[in-house]
């Protein structure tokens, strides 16, 4: 079984994080941020991957340390979920239309983090979520994964629509990334045999 239970609490923020690598895309999410648990939720539905959040922060600051934990977490139980990597597929990507807009996302279970961040917003906040904190969670989340992520939003308008077809970009991408590839059965798909260092490939 391809899950993981993450627990992450600090005098800022108390999250609690469940998965499930292999499951059908049901969520539960309750950040306190009401456009973070639609776009997690989006995250869960579009990758398959069962996701239970929980989180409870210093929302009377603002919401920079809840959502940036949160990336955090749900990054450390991805990471926990996959365990050596053996027999994933690892690469991904995904090209996700929007009406007006389109994201290119593109990813390798690497152990290598990495974050290319290519996409601008022009209102400051979506709901009560600063616009700026949705790199600050693709950060995090490839941080504590161990992914190296590339976000592009090639061109777009509505903010809505650019900040959700990210999320759905990595949900795709990481779909097809996590997916155990029958040809590779118990193999680390690595001429290293290992992935983790940053001279693995």
Not at 25 to 33: A, D, E, K, P, R
Request: proline fraction near 2%; aromatic fraction near 6%.
């Amino acid at each position: 079984m391809r899950t993981a239970s993450v627990s992450r609490v600090t005098k800022e923020t108390a999250i609690e994080v469940a998965i499930d690598l292999d499951g059908s895309g049901v969520y539960q999410v309750s950040t306190g941020i009401g456009f973070l648990d639609h776009m997690i939720e989006q995250l869960s539905r579009h990758s398959l991957v069962d996701i239970t959040l929980t989180a409870k922060g210093d929302l009377h600051i603002d919401g920079h340390h809840t959502t940036e934990d949160c990336g955090l977490a749900l990054g450390e139980a991805f990471a926990k979920a996959l365990g050596d990597r053996r027999g994933i597929t690892r690469y991904g990507d995904a090209l996700i239309p929007m009406d007006e807009t389109l994201t290119r996302v593109a990813l390798d279970i690497s152990g290598r983090p990495y974050l290319i961040w290519r996409t601008a917003f022009t209102q400051p906040k979506l709901g009560e979520l600063d616009t700026e904190m949705f790199k600050e969670f693709f950060a995090a989340f490839a941080g504590s994964a161990g992914i190296t992520l590339h976000i592009e939003t090639l061109y777009g308008v509505n903010n809505h629509h650019i900040a959700e077809s990210c999320f759905k970009g990595l949900a795709r991408a990481l779909k097809v990334a996590v997916a155990l590839d029958p040809r590779q059965a118990g193999v680390v798909p690595s001429t290293k045999g290992t992935l983790g260092g940053m001279t693995d490939v």
